[in-house]
């Protein structure tokens, strides 16, 4: 089975921190993708990639950027994190998009 | 801007009922995905819906894709208490080049013994 780690589940952090949330993959998906979750919300796509080094914004990008260096692991970044950046952040990784998405645990973030 | 809608959002049955729930896009795509949250957990894929008609399976979840009325639903028969969790629909879309997939903003469902 795919494995897609997220390195925390609870992250509190201090507002204009700078933020990393990591996620790895270990079945060689080419597809990451990073959503925030919020109550009455869903879903929303932040960023995602297709390839090492490439990125492409998402419906909410704003006050996101990301890292992609290698294939596995594909790295959220909060530059300055505000209060209305805590949300719950989802990591997925695909294959092909016929098999749908594997997502990660989740790192629920709080920003204070 | 393509929408996801999902109905209802909340919904508390009795175990042993029947049920179907609905998921509307507004955009052609041939693809649909449903997926369950349970409390405090990430998401799991429960079905992928490839074309206009398909149907899929699992235990005492069946859902089913009309891509020409761009619906999907998703009937639960004989509801336990283990079905309870958050169910989210997905559409897959080609925009601008990138293909994704855009959820609905999910269904909370209880089911009370």
């Known amino acids: 089975d795919v494995k897609v780690t997220q390195s925390s589940r609870y992250l509190v952090k201090r507002t204009g921190e700078k933020v990393f949330l990591e996620c790895v993959q270990d079945?060689?998906?080419?597809?990451m993708f990073w959503y925030r979750q919020d109550p009455g919300l869903g879903l929303r796509l932040i960023y995602f990639?297709?390839?090492?080094?490439?990125?492409e914004k998402g419906d909410i990008p704003e006050g996101y950027s990301v890292s992609r260096e290698k294939k596995e692991r594909f790295s959220l970044i909060l530059e300055s994190a505000s209060t209305n950046q805590t949300s719950m952040y989802l990591c997925?990784?695909?294959?092909?998009?016929?098999?749908?998405?594997?997502f990660g645990s989740g790192t629920r973030l709080t920003v204070v | 801007e393509l929408k996801v809608e999902q109905n209802p959002l909340f919904l508390s049955m009795q175990e042993g009922k029947n049920y179907t729930i609905y998921c509307n896009y507004s955009?052609?795509?041939?693809?649909l995905y449903w997926y369950r949250q349970d409390p405090g957990k990430s998401l799991e894929s429960l079905f992928v819906?490839?074309?206009?008609?398909a149907v899929k399976q699992e235990g005492r979840l069946m859902a089913s894709l009309d891509t020409k009325a761009r619906l999907s639903t998703l009937h639960i028969t004989a509801a336990v208490h283990d079905l309870s969790a958050t169910y989210f629909c997905?559409?897959?879309?080609?925009?601008?080049?990138?293909?994704?997939?855009?959820f609905g903003k999910g269904m909370k469902l209880t089911v009370n013994p």
């Open positions: 955009t052609t795509s041939d693809r």
């Open positions: 079945m060689d998906h080419e597809n």
């Open positions: 990639s297709y390839d090492v080094k490439m990125k």
């Open positions: 997925a990784s695909s294959l092909d998009l016929s098999y749908g998405y594997t």
């Open positions: 997905a559409v897959f879309i080609t925009q601008g080049g990138s293909e994704k997939l855009v």
């Open positions: 819906l490839l074309s206009n008609g």
